[in-house]
């Protein structure tokens, strides 16, 4: 693997959410949930919600978790 390859590698740890309904919970005491269709290193993520696709960026975000199905 080259190393321009390495270095666009996504964390492992933030790929568990690509794909997945999660709720996030911003630092401005916002929420919004959706399916993840992409995030990357900097937690830089975009949305998909009920009212379409939403980016939101990394550093406005305290926290993400995966919904989960009752």
Same mark, same amino acid.
């Given at each position: $693997? ?7 590698? /996504? ?9 997945? #309904?999660? /709720? =996030?919970?911003?630092?401005?005491? #916002?929420?919004?949930?959706?399916? =993840? =269709? ?9 949305? #998909? ?14 926290? $993400? ?6």
């Amino acid at each position: $693997m080259s190393q321009e390859d390495y270095d666009f590698q /996504v964390n492992k740890q933030f790929l568990k959410f690509k794909d997945k #309904e999660v /709720v =996030v919970s911003l630092k401005n005491r #916002e929420e919004d949930e959706g399916k =993840v =269709v992409t995030l990357d290193n900097y937690l830089n993520t975009v949305l #998909e919600t009920k009212h379409g696709l939403k980016f939101i960026k990394g550093s406005k975000i305290a926290f $993400m978790a995966i919904k989960i199905k009752e």
